[in-house]
């Protein structure tokens, strides 16, 4: 691949990433001047050391293992838009499978950065057209029909969560069901 064309992505690369950045840190930085509630720098600073503890790791793993699949211009979309595990890395791979392009290539540079850019925009237009929908379908979202639903939402993403550690495993699948009886007899309420 050009060396030209790599650096040139490394640099726009670095440019957007620290936009992106800079803008992650605009919402609290605007909340706090408008506002004037600064935040409590201890116990955000612990909350990043914590967080940084357990993120940190994982996130240079991704980073040293989706690069090269990605390629170059395809890392720094992925990595500014997020979600690679789910969403970004899938698209690569069908693309990649669909257009029978090998990994560090030219055609794969241009094959994976194209299945990212398409999977961001993809991903932006359906919480749009959320967003944009939850305002009409406000109503029938808060109807007395399906208000109970919405008191098993929190039990049915645990569960959906938890089935893949649990399937095929009857010691775990019997103390999860323990588990649950437990909390139900001492918070009634539980569902």
Not at 50 to 65: D, F, K, N, R, V
Not at 150 to 163: D, K, P, R, T
Request: hydrophobic share 50%.
């Amino acid at each position: 691949m050009n060396d030209q064309y790599r650096n040139n992505m490394h640099k726009y690369g670095r440019i957007f990433m620290v936009m992106g950045i800079i803008v992650m840190f605009l919402a609290p930085i605007l909340i706090w001047i408008i506002t004037g509630v600064a935040p409590n720098w201890a116990q955000m600073i612990a909350g990043v050391v914590a967080l940084s503890i357990i993120y940190l790791p994982g996130g240079l793993i991704e980073m040293m293992t989706y690069s090269p699949l990605l390629g170059t211009s395809a890392t720094y979309l992925a990595f500014v838009t997020g979600n690679l595990i789910n969403l970004k890395v899938p698209c690569v791979m069908n693309a990649t499978e669909i257009c029978k392009t090998e990994i560090n290539t030219p055609e794969n540079e241009v094959v994976s950065t194209i299945s990212v850019a398409f999977s961001s925009i993809t991903t932006v237009l359906i919480l749009s057209l959320g967003v944009i929908l939850l305002i009409p379908l406000k109503p029938v979202l808060q109807s007395e029909l399906l208000a109970p639903a919405f008191s098993w939402v929190i039990s049915a993403l645990f569960g959906a969560l938890g089935y893949k550690y649990f399937k095929g495993n009857l010691e775990n699948d019997n103390c999860s069901n323990d588990y649950c009886y437990t909390i139900k007899y001492f918070y009634t309420n539980f569902r």
